[in-house]
Each structure stands twice: as C-alpha cells, then as structure tokens.
C-alpha cells in the first residue's frame, strides 16, 4: 500500500465522515452507514431557536392535508423583512431535503410556493417545518444494503400523484423513490407542469416522469461493472394507470400523454421495466405527494430515513 501510495503521489486520507457539510457515518463492519446534516441543523436553530422553541413538538414535518396558496394581488402578506426569513428559512429546508430528509420533500415543496410573499399562515407553517426538522436533527438518510440471492443489483421505484393536489391551479403533484439494493438514491417531489383530468392520467404521467431516472442509473451501474436485475419493478397504486401504460388507445387523447405512453411502452417493451401494482398504503413515494398523517408517515419513515443511533 505504501509502494502505491508514493506511486500515486498522494497521502491516504482518513474514512469519510464529512462531505458537502454531510456527516457520515459507517458501522464497524461497513453493513450499515448514516447521513445527516448537522451543520445546517445548528443553522437552522441558530436563525430561527427563538421562534420554535415553545412551539409543540409535531409528529409530521407539515400539517396533514394543508396546501398552502399563493397569496392573491391585494391580500395582506408579511412584512419584507420576515419574507427574507421566510426565504431563507425554506432555503435552509431545500438543501436538507436535498442531501439528508427526504420525509420532508412534499412540506418543504409547499413552502416554496410562497417564495414570492408569504402570508402569516405560510409563515406558521414554516415554522413548523423547522421546528420537526430541529426535534428530529438526530435523523438522516438510511442506508442498509440489502443483498439478492443473485449478483446482480436490485432496483426499485415506486410513483405515486396527488391528483389537483394544488389548489391554486389544479395541477397535480408527482412523487417518487428510487431504491437500490434497499438504498433510497433518488427521490423527487414535484407539480406537474400539465392539468391531469382524471387521478389515472396524473398517475400515468407521475409514472412517466419517474421512470426516466431508470435508464440514467443502469447505465451508471453498468459502466462501474455491475450487473443490474432487469426488468426494473415500477410500483403505481392505480389500476388505470398501469391499463393507461399498456394501452395506447387510452392515453394518447393529448400530445404530453401520447409521447410519455411511447417512452414508457418502449422501455416495458424492451424488457427495462415492469410496472405493477401496489397498495396506496405500500407505497413509500406517498409521502412525497402530500402531507400525510402521523400514521402514514410512521409506515415508511423508516425504510427512507434513521436515527443516527441505529449503525451503532
């Protein structure tokens, strides 16, 4: 090792344990590992310990069922200097989701609707929003390796929509999470860019949207050497959906359905993906479509996320 070392010209750094102000953590035996964030935690607490300090302490990072609304021309809004809190506060809560939280992704994705002029019950709910993250500072990204009979990597994606989820326009919100050998590496929650006429069609569209992401990771794993299972299970919890996906007849009426139904047809024609059906409340992407309930959130939350106490 040391030969090499000289060779490459290089010292050996010490094991990972702060990337991108990421803290990592590995077990002993590297079965398990841990991210988080706590620098951003002691931001937040910093920025914002008085304001949340006595609120109560939640058990959902957003209250179950709220969507915020942009606040109309002529309505009263906070003042510009808790509207620059306001957009700080949220930026905080991006980079979080980004990196460490995605529990949090469908609350924080509410919040920056108002980035424009919050009112005072956007400005609550931000608070709220900080103060679970602060309460549950100790929890991070979740990663246990889940090994297959096989040699080959095992990838899963489940989808899920939130049909006229926004009730300033009625567009619906598309969620994801995409899971390798047991890892959540990509999750995403987002307004659909169209209005969906039915909650088969915003499904669809949610599903189309995910399985994008399918092709990206294959071929990343492929040129590392790893070989992937195929074809890669695609979970919707809407029969309609997964019809509309093998039926171009029903989802070609528009030209945003029609090219999303061929690019989804192709790739299950090719044997890349598999969509199948899954129980509204066996789909972990739920929690990236709306805020759900304490119950709900409780089902999932601990196959996305952790305690930094569980590598010990």
């Not at 506060?89 to 994705?109: E, Q, T």
């Not at 602060?134 to 489940?158: E, M, P, Q, V």
């Not at 995403?188 to 969906?196: A, E, H, L, N, T």
């Not at 006429?197 to 949610?206: G, I, P, Q, R, V």
Request: net charge neutral; hydrophobic share 35%.
């Amino acid at each position: 090792r040391q030969v090499r070392e000289k060779e490459l010209g290089r010292t050996m750094e010490s094991e990972l344990s702060d990337y991108l102000s990421c803290e990592i953590r590995l077990k002993g035996d590297r079965s398990k590992a841990w991210i988080g964030q706590p620098h951003m935690m002691k931001k937040l607490e910093k920025t914002f310990g008085e304001e949340v300090d006595r609120r109560q302490r939640y058990r959902t990072a957003g209250t179950p069922g709220l969507g915020l609304m942009k606040v109309p021309e002529g309505e009263e809004r906070i003042d510009n200097d808790r509207q620059s809190r306001y957009r700080t506060g949220v930026g905080m809560l991006l980079f979080l989701i980004k990196h460490s939280r995605p529990d949090m992704a469908n609350a924080v994705r509410e919040l920056s609707k108002c980035l424009d002029g919050a009112n005072e019950a956007a400005y609550k709910e931000m608070l709220r929003v900080i103060k679970y993250a602060i309460d549950t500072r100790n929890r991070g990204l979740r990663i246990h390796t889940i090994i297959g009979k096989t040699l080959k990597w095992i990838i899963l994606l489940f989808t899920d929509s939130d049909w006229s989820g926004d009730k300033n326009d009625r567009k619906s919100i598309s969620g994801y999470m995409l899971f390798v050998n047991g890892v959540l590496v990509s999750w995403r929650s987002k307004k659909q860019p169209v209005v969906s006429l039915s909650s088969s069609e915003a499904e669809f569209y949610a599903c189309a949207e995910a399985v994008k992401e399918i092709p990206f990771i294959i071929q990343v794993l492929l040129f590392l050497g790893v070989q992937v299972e195929t074809p890669v299970e695609v979970f919707v919890d809407n029969v309609g959906a997964i019809f509309m996906s093998e039926n171009a007849s029903s989802s070609s009426r528009t030209r945003h359905m029609d090219t999303r139904w061929f690019y989804v047809n192709d790739l299950q024609s090719d044997k890349i993906v598999l969509i199948k059906f899954v129980r509204s409340e066996d789909n972990v992407a739920d929690v990236a479509t709306k805020n759900v309930s304490g119950e709900t959130q409780d089902a999932h939350l601990e196959r996305i996320t952790a305690e930094k106490s569980y590598i010990e």
